[in-house]
């Protein structure tokens, strides 16, 4: 039961991570390029991205609590959980974490400098929409929940720790 609760503890942090860092690397790609431009009428204008977490899946969550709540209730001591992170007929439950994706948009501004040498014919030239405010505010975020999902690994580390040692 220890390793099943130590994989789906650790998996859950582990995506938990992965999203921030993902949060974190986006936001340094758009901060990078919000000053850039490309010639006059091509398409290869960067493209400012957001990470988008997608809403868990609530039935698998809702199997695993009714697996761990019935394996609170046993009365019989040698009955055996199936454990935690499992589905109600004993299958890995898995993806317990935060799932997203990475999604471009197609936002510009435009800005009049005839002397660009990326200026159209009317003297704007395009720029990816990115505030940097925002993307700076998204990193410090991303950067606290990255340390906050450190933490959670750092203390399941102790929990066990102490366990062996009793």
Do not use: C, W
Request: hydrophobic letters at 35%.
């Amino acid at each position: 039961m220890l390793p099943d609760r130590l994989s789906s503890t650790f998996q859950t942090a582990a995506q938990g991570l992965a999203l921030q860092r993902e949060r974190i690397s986006v936001a340094s790609q758009n901060i990078a390029n919000a000053q850039t431009s490309a010639p006059a009428g091509s398409e290869n204008v960067y493209r400012p991205k957001r990470v988008q977490s997608l809403a868990p899946d609530q039935q698998k969550f809702l199997q695993v609590l009714s697996e761990s709540v019935s394996s609170l209730t046993r009365t019989n001591p040698k009955h055996m959980a199936t454990g935690v992170g499992n589905t109600p007929n004993g299958e890995k439950a898995t993806g317990l974490g935060p799932d997203f994706h990475v999604s471009e948009q197609n936002k510009f501004r435009y800005e009049y400098d005839p002397n660009h040498p990326d200026a159209d014919k009317n003297g704007m030239v395009k720029y990816p929409d990115i505030d940097m405010v925002r993307e700076m505010t998204e990193m410090v975020s991303a950067n606290r929940l990255y340390e906050a999902n450190l933490s959670s690994i750092e203390a399941e580390k102790e929990i066990i720790k102490r366990s062996l040692e009793i």
